[in-house]
T-cell receptor, first 112, second 113 residues
Framework: DAKTTQPPSMDCAEGRAANLPCNHSTISGNEYVYWYRQIHSQGPQYIIHGLKNNETNEMASLIITEDRKSSTLILPHATLRDTAVYYCIVRSLNSGNTPLVFGKGTRLSVIA | DADVTQTPRNRITKTGKRIMLECSQTKGHDRMYWYRQDPGLGLRLIYYSFDVKDINKGEISDGYSVSRQAQAKFSLSLESAIPNQTALYFC????????????FGPGTRLTVT
């Protein structure tokens, strides 16, 4: 599975959009991009995933560049409860039975 | 009720003691996982199981063992606990579908003194 690179930390003002970047320059054609988040010491929570098209759900939007080498997770109106560590993970459907591998992620602090 | 439960939630034990962490799930998933998390670090995979008869080592299996007693239950054992096994332990489950969404339990905070 391709390696991902995320900034270690970011700040965002409450009510503003939080844009979390992820680089995955070695991603291959059959690899999906997944986002999870972990709110202080709780179990990680799935947010969204995508292959090449932009995706949106009730939690967030995922924007994947046309060359698929990077993506951005967007929380449209960040709240204090969105303060968490956000993990970007790349995984292939052809990885067979290998579990997700979590890196260090980006620590997002939403500031009042 | 929570879909993935872990017991105990907190445990303090002494070096050399045997300890078992238990995980139960009601999601009907075949796949179950144990991760550990150290302060400031991401999650590292200890063991995983894709069905009752399947056990696989993860990145950091040394010092740990697991038992998959049933589809819904996956236990992690530390045969002889040592202080550097002090960590937050998470159990997770997933189905075999392409979405590969993993559902995590609330975690067990283990301290080995």
């Amino acid at each position: 599975d391709a390696k991902t690179t995320q900034p270690p930390s970011m700040d965002c003002a409450e009510g503003r959009a939080a844009n979390l970047p992820c680089n995955h320059s070695t991603i291959s054609g059959n690899e999906y991009v997944y986002w999870y988040r972990q709110i202080h010491s709780q179990g990680p929570q799935y947010i969204i995933h995508g292959l090449k098209n932009n995706e949106t759900n009730e939690m967030a939007s995922l924007i994947i560049t046309e060359d698929r080498k990077s993506s951005t997770l967007i929380l449209p109106h960040a709240t204090l409860r969105d303060t968490a560590v956000y993990y970007c993970i790349v995984r292939s459907l052809n990885s067979g039975n290998t579990p997700l591998v979590f890196g260090k992620g980006t620590r997002l602090s939403v500031i009042a | 009720d929570a879909d993935v439960t872990q017991t105990p939630r907190n445990r303090i034990t002494k070096t050399g003691k045997r300890i078992m962490l238990e995980c139960s799930q009601t999601k009907g998933h075949d796949r179950m996982y144990w991760y550990r998390q150290d302060p400031g670090l991401g999650l590292r995979l200890i063991y995983y199981s894709f069905d009752v008869k399947d056990i696989n080592k993860g990145e950091i299996s040394d010092g740990y063992s697991v038992s998959r007693q049933a589809q819904a239950k996956f236990s992690l054992s530390l045969e002889s606990a040592i202080p550097n096994q002090t960590a937050l332990y998470f159990c997770a489950t997933s189905d075999a579908g392409y979405s590969y969404e993993q559902y995590f339990g609330p975690g067990t905070r283990l301290t080995v003194t």
